[in-house]
């Protein structure tokens, strides 16, 4: 029989975390009202809020993808060649990640907002407004989940090893050659569980979103500020039922990730 090799009080510690992570979903679980859950989840306005959700996210985890690569590729050259500006990148990147959902919407609206560093001269030269509007919403997702992407590209590309990118070049590939055929496909399966990560960081948004996008029907309303909005109005069945749509989202999550996992496994 295998030995563990962690004690058996660490064993005792672990399972009480584990149990402080799991009681409150089960305690959620348990008080939603299943038998009224269809009638719940197409309410129009759970349906709303679900499609502005799945689609903000959808575009914002996209837009992570295409922006976050290039920057975790660099950020990686960067940590190799210069750690100094390595490090200071990754300051800048992951700020957002312990900033006050608040702070950042705050820091949104003075950026983006109609008197905003480039808001303003946004609503000037194109009439185009960006606070309290949809776009609104992607750009506060897109904020938010970018660390969670990058922080995840970035420690899968570090576990390429040099070395063979190092050999290819030798052998005469390109820089796109070596980043198509061998950097990016060893780096997939972290390249893949980063954007699962971006798009749930994104879909559960609502501090900042709040802040800087507000609580409009149909054009901000989140499935997370129907959430909200059901709690202040005392409603708590539209609250759970806008909860029961966030859980099926993520069960979907969690089984990509766990897919992800299995092939990185094989591989």
């Known amino acids: 029989m295998r030995r563990r090799s962690v004690p058996a009080a660490l064993v005792a510690v672990a399972l009480v975390a584990v149990l402080l992570l799991l009681g409150p979903l089960v305690a959620l679980l348990l008080n939603i009202p299943w038998d009224r859950a269809v009638e719940l989840i197409t309410a129009d306005e759970a349906t709303e809020a679900f499609g502005l959700s799945l689609t903000t996210a959808l575009v914002s985890t996209v837009l992570c993808i295409v922006l976050g690569l290039p920057l975790s590729l660099w950020m990686v050259d960067m940590m190799r060649s210069h750690p100094r ?4 990148l990754q300051l800048i990147i992951y700020a957002p990640l312990v900033l006050s959902p608040v702070v950042s919407g705050l820091a949104l609206v003075f950026l983006w907002g109609r008197h905003g560093l480039v808001g303003e ?3 000037d030269a194109f009439g185009l407004r960006v606070a309290f509007t949809s776009l609104a919403v992607i750009v506060v997702q897109v904020f938010v989940s970018m660390p969670f992407f990058v922080s995840t590209t970035v420690t899968s590309l570090r576990g390429v ?3 063979v990118q190092e050999a290819a070049r030798v052998d005469g590939a390109s820089r796109w050659q070596v980043l198509r055929h061998i950097t990016v496909p060893l780096a997939l399966p972290g390249i893949v569980v980063g954007t699962v990560l971006g798009f749930a960081r994104a879909l559960s948004e609502y501090g900042a979103t709040l802040t800087f996008a507000g609580n409009v029907a149909g054009e901000t309303r989140t499935i997370p500020l129907l959430i909200e909005l059901g ?3 005392n409603d708590m069945d539209q609250a759970l039922g806008a909860c ?7 069960v979907l999550v969690v089984g990509g990730v766990a897919t992800t996992t299995l092939l990185r496994r094989k591989r």
């Open 85 to 88: 500006i390595g490090d200071a």
């Open 121 to 123: 001269w946004l609503d």
């Open 161 to 163: 090893p040099p070395v």
């Open 231 to 233: 709690l202040s109005s």
């Open 244 to 250: 029961i749509l966030l859980l099926g989202i993520y």
